[in-house]
């Protein structure tokens, strides 16, 4: 995709560090096919981290203010020259297209991608919320007050 002053919003792992290149390898998804990205996020979805289990406790079911939430979301996007790549969204709340992203460690690493990454969602007509993992796990009801705004 191209942005302003055409440059590519897309990012070059090239300026990355390694464990964020090994992130975006894994996370870009421009060279799996749709059959390999579905059974990677099934994947994700079997290993969840303590944050992403306690959140999707708390909004499964519509058990948050009757919203449909899904998990381990794939969002396919295609560039300017028709080429397809695919984002894996933790949580996704289709009636509002919002996108809930928590976020580990490794996000300190890729500040740029992740930015790169929102704003093509943005684009796309996503609004996406982030929460750190220990802001989930260790204050829930600050998380719950934001995402209550997200969706009003």
Known sequence: ???KGGLSLLPNPGFLSLE???FFHCY?????????ILHFARELRKNQTPAEQFFWEKVRNRRFMGK???RQFIIEHSDIQGDKSFFIADFHCREKRLVVELDGNIHKEQVEYDRMRE???REMGFVIIRFRNE???ENWNRVAERLREALE
């Open 1 to 3: 995709m191209i942005g």
């Open 20 to 22: 964020a290149r090994i």
């Open 28 to 36: 870009n998804y421009q060279t799996m096919r749709y059959k390999d």
């Open 68 to 70: 449909k939430f899904t």
């Open 119 to 121: 704003e093509i969602l």
């Open 135 to 137: 802001e989930v796990l």
